[in-house]
């Protein structure tokens, strides 16, 4: 069952429920001097049946009205999420934004901050990287926090090691994008591949691998995912704003979003 198919029997059934408690309530008063329902039978059970069935023809003859309850419930849900990812991006902005274990591509000094959650498996990840190395590049004031999250097994988490563990050699960023941009699954073998070809001591960056930071980093970039609700990779922080996943207007939508940090600040410290 698809999440829209559920969304729409959950406003179905809060309709029914909501409106037979207010009939249930009105025929307890109608009907009962004490105020309480002298089991289920008389008068009070016949007329709350009669109301669902007066509400169940109704929304039947009115299926629209569903339709508009259901964006409504779509409506309020988006908006809590919001509001939730707004409060856990202010109460963790220190380990977004400044974590010690976290690598910083662009400009270290920059005065936005772009955030990324990634994992090298991700096909959208790949497909958005060109757009965040154009802002990068068109940008010299970007503060790019990539924040590794190998969401797609233990492959991942292989490549993710190495390539954190490739920062001690200097050349991190440069591993990160040939991890996307050459073909094949992101794994170890493609990892250690991928490092010979970047002339990086692979013996060591096996050790390196091994290092406690590299484990506190991952642990932190899933603790924080957690927090933010976060579906799915890529997901983008530009200070407080949010854009999830990989949209075709990527680029834009970056740009705009730096341009309104620039401009507004942040809600929270970003």
């Known amino acids: 069952m698809n999440l829209n198919k559920v969304l729409f029997n959950v406003a179905v059934v809060a309709a029914v429920a909501a409106v037979t408690a207010a009939g249930t309530s009105y025929l307890v008063l109608r009907y009962s001097p004490t105020?309480?329902?002298?089991?289920?039978?008389?008068?009070?059970?016949?007329?709350?049946?009669?109301?669902?069935?007066?509400?169940?023809?109704?929304?039947?003859?009115?299926?629209?009205?569903?339709?508009?309850?259901?964006?409504?419930?779509?409506?309020?849900?988006?908006?809590?999420?919001?509001?939730?990812?707004?409060?856990?991006?202010?109460?963790?902005?220190?380990?977004?934004?400044?974590?010690?274990?976290?690598?910083?591509?662009?400009?270290?000094?920059?005065?936005?901050?772009?955030?990324?959650?990634?994992?090298?498996?991700?096909?959208?990840?790949?497909?958005?990287?060109?757009?965040?190395?154009?802002?990068?590049?068109?940008?010299?004031?970007?503060?790019?926090?990539?924040?590794?999250?190998?969401?797609?097994?233990?492959?991942?988490?292989?490549?993710?090691?190495?390539?954190?563990?490739?920062?001690?050699?200097?050349?991190?960023?440069?591993?990160?994008?040939?991890?996307?941009?050459?073909?094949g699954k992101a794994d170890k073998e493609k990892a250690l591949r991928v490092a010979k070809e970047l002339e990086l001591d692979v013996d060591k960056l096996q050790k390196d691998a091994e290092d406690p930071d590299i484990k506190k980093a991952l642990d932190e970039a899933k603790e924080l995912a957690q927090k933010l609700n976060l579906q799915g990779t890529p997901l983008y922080l530009i200070g407080d704003r949010v854009i999830p996943g990989a949209p075709d207007d990527l680029f834009d939508q970056l740009k705009k979003n730096v341009a309104e940090v620039r401009e507004k600040g942040c809600a929270s410290t970003c």
């Open 35 to 183: 105020g309480k329902l002298a089991g289920a039978s008389g008068p009070v059970a016949a007329d709350q049946a009669r109301v669902e069935g007066i509400l169940r023809d109704y929304l039947t003859k009115n299926p629209e009205i569903l339709v508009e309850m259901t964006t409504e419930l779509d409506k309020r849900q988006a908006a809590e999420q919001a509001a939730q990812q707004q409060k856990a991006i202010s109460d963790n902005a220190d380990k977004l934004f400044r974590s010690p274990v976290a690598h910083v591509a662009g400009n270290p000094s920059g005065d936005v901050s772009i955030v990324e959650f990634f994992d090298y498996n991700c096909g959208y990840c790949k497909r958005a990287l060109p757009d965040v190395l154009k802002l990068v590049n068109n940008d010299g004031k970007i503060r790019l926090v990539l924040k590794e999250l190998p969401i797609f097994g233990e492959d991942s988490e292989a490549a993710a090691k190495l390539a954190l563990a490739s920062d001690k050699q200097g050349k991190y960023f440069e591993m990160h994008q040939k991890l996307f941009s050459e073909p």
